[in-house]
């Protein structure tokens, strides 16, 4: 499975971005979906899951609220809206899968090559 992360770019506070994930390849399901980003000088960190059907949602505290995951399995594509953007928001933003129904304890499986977010103040 291949995935490419799009929809990234520089947004003022309090604005918003909806980046997309495509994935091709042998996308087959079920495989569940996330999103995680990296700052500059920091570790990645998760932001946001959601199940194979598209029924169940995780987000970390940083972003909920705030952040709203989607999927279109139809088209293979996954979605995260970003509302009310700060600067603390500002990272790479990395699409990744994990082949099953929901996420578990254990590395994702794929990864897609990340787009930059960044918040201006």
């Known amino acids: 499975v291949q995935l490419q992360a799009s929809g990234g770019g520089l947004v003022h506070v309090g604005g918003s971005l909806r980046l997309s994930c495509a994935a091709s390849?042998?996308?087959?399901?079920?495989?569940?979906m996330g999103w995680f980003r990296q700052a500059p000088g920091k570790e990645r960190e998760f932001v946001a899951a959601?199940?194979?059907?598209?029924?169940?949602?995780y987000y970390a505290d940083s972003v909920k609220g705030r952040f709203a995951i989607s999927r279109d399995n139809t088209h293979d594509t996954v979605y995260l809206q970003m509302n009310s953007l700060n600067p603390e928001d500002t990272a790479v933003y990395y699409c990744?899968?994990?082949?099953?129904?929901?996420?578990?304890?254990?590395?994702?499986?794929?990864w897609g090559r990340g787009t930059q977010v960044t918040v201006s103040s």
């Open positions: 990744a899968a994990q082949q099953g129904l929901w996420i578990q304890g254990r590395d994702m499986d794929y």
């Open positions: 959601i199940r194979w059907s598209g029924d169940r949602t």
């Open positions: 390849g042998r996308t087959a399901g079920p495989y569940a």
